[in-house]
């Protein structure tokens, strides 16, 4: 098998396997991961828990210095990302339509 042929084979097992996700509804690793950041930053900064906020910068920032990160860059991306939220922002995006969420919620019976 050249490399074009698997190269398309591998993009079609990428393309089903990203459906398949999609239609269980199961969110990815980034997708908790966001939600996780999404929940600490909205809670905190309402709660004026800055100072908690500020201890999970260091944390962060110290794992993304083991993975070769600098520590400057890290601060800088995390006060960048800290003001967008003080503004209303929200890294989380909705993937669907906010109709076909009800309907999917009340055919569960979530509501």
């Known amino acids: 098998m050249d490399r074009l042929e698997r190269l398309h084979r591998q993009k079609l097992r990428q393309r089903a396997y990203r459906a398949r996700r999609k239609q269980e509804r199961r969110p990815t690793n980034e997708d908790l991961a966001r939600a996780v950041l999404d929940v600490a930053l909205t809670v905190y900064l309402k709660a004026g828990r800055h100072e908690d906020l500020l201890k999970i910068l260091d944390r962060i920032a110290g794992r993304l210095q083991q993975l070769g990160f600098e520590k400057h860059a890290v601060h800088g991306a995390w006060f960048e990302l800290q003001d967008r939220y003080e503004g209303g922002w929200?890294?989380?995006?909705?993937?669907?339509?906010?109709?076909?969420?009800?309907?999917?919620m009340n055919n569960r019976g979530d509501t």
């Open 90 to 104: 929200s890294m989380l995006r909705q993937r669907y339509p906010q109709a076909e969420l009800e309907a999917r």
